[in-house]
């Protein structure tokens, strides 16, 4: 066995480093990121101090620890190529993320598949679960009547995503596998970064290119028109979603109307999920040369130090804020349970009236789930609706070894205090709310939105209403993982593993293992 040389940063230590640094760097592009970290630490704080009055009002109960939690964040990228998702793919394995989960967003009407980058074990989890919300574009799915595909390919296919230090430090970083050096690791967060930064704006089309792409589509120009895969933005976790939003509005944000996910519970399961609406960002395109070779003066702006080119002014609204709040991941049932009573709140909100709006929504959510979704820990394990982790309470000294089905073992041994069952995070995402979230948007994409757009928006309230640039073709997983270069891990699989390693573990503590 070789030995352990501790002057290496290990996958664990880099995501942490590397998803501090990302914070600040989003909080530096988008100042009001800043102040969703706030509001979030001040609502957790309160939701903490709390938590000896459960069963009164609400719980957020999570067994995460607080540390893990003022880490918490995602983010979403979105990319054009293969190739750009082949090498973000090296990337994240570096920091130790994977990809879990397969995304279709052509339920959204988006030309565009996904997959979330993220830690895979327990312990990884413990340490920090930052992750990524990672799309790519299916140009297939792009109608090509006027171009604008042919146009978007070729001006992804001038950009170059990664520097050449990055490339470098990467090739490294695979080689050596336990780690980088302190000096390595600089320059690869420096250089990661700069992969996912605004890179000040400054466009890789022209405003007429953009225009262009941006009539198709607004998430077509946010993809193809810049020179970075530019985060577009950072979530952290809060425990109680509904003050985080109330103070966000008390802040004057101009925030979703609504917030996705399941309703307001006692006892949360999956993801609920809001954003402040993106902001108008200036943005410089490159000038373009009129027939007879020259610039148009006028419109000339500045002059990019690095290439040399004349720039123009613009602007460009793709970035946001959300926060979120994570309960339990449900089992294969419990997600059933949930798709349906989603599919019913829409199909009844639907049928309700024309004017239908965000409060009738989440009123005909509450009532759906009222009574039918299990709403206290044990149910929802008896049910088998969640994936929980068990740890021994030291109480397990007189208990009787002759237990069947290791699971009906387990909630037994609950009942009878020596295990306590603890619901397991949900670390992944829900392809309707995240469709919600790109709605959100992406209406406000391009030029300034007008009257009709947000009376249209103010008119939406459901999953179901969005705008669709393609119809639903359903998935193509293989080809996303043709891109990756490797298999995507089913989440369901991960959670299972969990479960059963912490009854093992159990087993193990209470000199069950060979019995
Ligand atoms: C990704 C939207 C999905 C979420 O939280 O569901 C997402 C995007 O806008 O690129 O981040
Ligand atoms: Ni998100």
């Known amino acids: 066995v070789p030995a352990l040389d501790v002057s290496l940063i290990r ?18 592009e988008v100042p009001r990121y800043g102040d969703l970290v706030r509001i979030v630490q001040e609502v957790n704080q309160a939701a903490l101090s709390g938590i000896s009055s459960w069963g009164a009002g609400v719980s957020h109960a999570t067994t995460d620890s607080p540390e893990r939690l003022s880490l918490e964040r995602h983010g979403a990228i979105r990319l054009g190529l293969p190739s750009e998702l082949r090498t973000v793919r090296r990337i994240f394995a570096v920091l130790g993320m994977y990809p879990v989960g397969y995304y279709d967003l052509s339920v959204a009407g988006l030309p565009m598949h996904a ?5 895979t074990t327990p312990a990884s989890l413990a340490r920090n679960p930052f992750r990524v919300f990672t799309s790519l574009l299916r140009p297939d ?5 006027d171009g604008t595909r042919e146009l978007a390919l070729q001006l992804l296919s001038r950009r170059t995503l990664f520097s050449p230090e990055l490339l470098s430090v990467l090739d490294r970083a695979e080689r050596q596998e336990q780690g980088l050096y302190a000096e390595q690791a600089e320059i690869f967060i420096r250089e990661a970064l700069q992969t996912f930064s605004w890179a000040n704006g400054v466009a890789a089309s022209t405003a007429d290119e953009y225009a262009r792409l ?9 993809i193809a028109c810049f020179r970075t895969a530019h985060i577009n933005h950072l979530t952290p976790r809060a425990l109680d979603i509904d003050a985080a939003q109330r103070a966000m509005v008390g802040e004057g944000m101009s925030v979703k109307e609504r917030i996705e996910g399941p309703p307001r519970r006692r006892f949360p399961i999956l993801l609920r999920q809001t954003s402040f609406l993106a902001i108008h960002e200036p943005v410089h395109f490159l000038a373009e040369q009129d027939s007879t070779g020259g610039l148009d003066e006028r419109k000339m702006m500045r002059e990019d130090s690095s290439t040399n080119q004349r720039l123009v002014k613009g602007s460009h609204c793709a970035r946001f804020g959300e926060i979120e709040e994570r309960g339990a991941a449900v089992t294969a049932a419990g997600r059933r349970l949930y798709d349906n009573l989603l599919a019913e709140t829409t199909a009844q909100v639907a049928s309700h009236e024309t004017n239908a709006n965000s409060r009738t929504y989440d009123k005909v959510l509450t009532e759906t789930f009222r009574g039918k979704y299990p709403d206290d820990l044990g149910e929802l394990c008896r049910q088998r609706l969640i994936f929980c982790q068990y740890r021994c309470t030291g109480l397990g000294d007189a208990i009787d070894a002759n237990v069947g089905v290791m699971l009906d073992w387990a909630h037994c041994l609950v009942d009878e205090g020596v295990l306590v069952a603890e619901p397991i995070t949900y670390e992944d995402f829900l392809p309707f709310s ?7 948007n992406l209406q406000r994409t391009g030029s300034a939105s007008t009257e009709t757009t947000s009376k249209q928006s103010s008119a939406k309230s459901g999953p179901a209403r969005i705008p669709s640039l393609v119809e639903a073709r359903g998935g193509d997983k293989d080809s996303l993982e043709e891109a990756l270069g490797v298999a995507i891990t089913d989440p369901d699989v991960l959670y299972a593993q969990a479960q059963k390693d912490s009854l093992l573990g159990c087993l193990k503590e209470l000199g069950l293992n060979d019995t």
């Open 11 to 28: 996958a664990d230590d880099l995501r942490t480093a590397f998803a501090a640094a990302m914070s600040q760097m989003y909080k530096n």
């Open 115 to 119: 997959t979330c980058f993220r830690p």
């Open 141 to 145: 799915l792009v109608k090509s009547e």
């Open 214 to 222: 941006s009539a198709e589509h607004p998430v077509l120009a946010d």
């Open 434 to 440: 995240a469709a919600g979230i790109f709605q959100s």
